[in-house]
């Protein structure tokens, strides 16, 4: 992905946010300046990996295959402080989070607003394939078999609970408009508990053709190397 395009998508996710009356902590707003005249280097945001997220999955093509998330909070790996963590993220209609699952996190998926999510669902086998037989979850509390590859869509206010080895996908669908979606988990941890089916990058390279508008997890390790 360009930095420019990560530009783009940010902005427009801003105002999406805005629009669903979805405020970010002070710093989420903060331009590469702002970051360079505060020493946030003690701080969770950067230890935690708090931010922007932005990727393509690797594809190449982010309306495709892509996803927005920011976290809001989230603990230490070791968990002596807090054991959970809470993200917020844009999904667009037929734009595709690949099918993976976590080793480690349990999370629930909270459609916060918007149009309706579609996430579709396998278990695994023990050597990570899908696996064909059903599997039971909980939506809002209540127990639900899906069928192999079988759909569950959450409408405003519904959510979901994914249990570890649980294979998931989602998109939002078609004709409904994109989806503020909301994430409550124990603690994550995006560069090791992610299993995608189909061998992709977690975060994709960027080539640096602008200034970043907002800076990216991923970007913290360069700016405080330059502090």
């Given at each position: 992905m360009t930095r420019n395009e990560i530009n783009k998508i940010i902005k427009d996710a801003e105002i999406f946010f805005s629009e669903s009356k979805f405020m970010l902590p002070p710093w989420g707003y903060w331009g590469l300046n702002d970051w360079q005249e505060n020493d946030m280097s003690e701080s969770d945001i950067f230890s935690h990996q708090l931010g922007w997220d932005i990727t393509d999955f690797g594809s190449g093509d982010f309306n495709s295959e892509g996803l927005v998330l920011f976290t809001i909070r989230n603990g230490a790996l070791d968990h002596k402080d807090k054991p959970y963590a809470e993200k917020i993220m844009i999904v667009c209609e037929n734009q595709i989070t690949p099918f993976h699952f976590h080793w480690k996190k349990t999370e629930d998926i909270i459609n916060r607003g918007g149009g309706n999510l579609i996430i579709?669902?396998?278990?695994?086998?023990n050597n990570g394939k899908f696996s064909d037989e059903s599997i039971v979850v909980m939506t809002d509390g209540v127990k639900r078999t899906v069928s192999p590859g079988g759909?569950?869509?959450?409408?405003p206010g519904e959510s979901i609970c994914l249990e570890t080895g649980m294979y998931h996908s989602f998109w939002a669908e078609e004709g409904k408009g994109r989806v503020l979606v909301g994430e409550v988990s124990?603690?994550?941890d995006d560069e090791r508990d992610n299993r995608f089916y189909k061998e992709l990058l977690r975060f994709p390279d960027i080539i640096e053709d602008v200034e970043p508008y907002r800076l990216l997890t991923s970007d913290y390790k360069q700016i405080l190397a330059k502090s």
């Open positions: 579709r669902l396998y278990g695994s086998t759909d569950v869509v959450l409408t124990v603690v994550s």
